[in-house]
């Protein structure tokens, strides 16, 4: 009687070991970018600007910037004429000093 319960256990250990063991992944997966990575690469690369962009470019390429305040900074481009500075973004409605900070390495103005 004892062998058999000794033998119980010892089948359902290997059981649930040979489950564990086929359950787990075998291969470990790549390590994901961080985001912090790419989004530096993104924002070396992307350059908006101010003078030519239309709203569209505006609104997909800045951050906070969604489609009315993409308008807004072109109907004040179209109303005052060309920016002279990236400061001069702060006189848009809509605009404050964290998003024109958050934007300022990916503005420029020719």
Do not use: C, H, W
């Not at 291969?27 to 600007?49: C, D, G, L």
């Not at 997909?60 to 004040?76: E, H, N, T």
């Amino acid at each position: 009687m004892q062998n058999l319960y000794i033998s119980s256990l010892i089948f359902a250990f290997l059981t649930s070991l040979s489950v564990a063991t086929t359950a787990a992944p075998s291969i470990k997966p790549e390590a994901p970018t961080p985001i912090s990575t790419q989004t530096t690469t993104t924002e070396q690369s992307t350059k908006v600007n101010l003078n030519a962009a239309d709203a569209e470019t505006l609104r997909r390429d800045l951050f906070g910037i969604g489609a009315s305040k993409a308008k807004a900074i072109v109907a004040y481009r179209e109303s005052n004429g060309p920016f002279t500075a990236v400061d001069e973004l702060l006189e848009v409605k809509g605009i404050g000093k964290a998003l024109l900070e958050k934007n300022r390495d990916r503005l420029v103005i020719n």
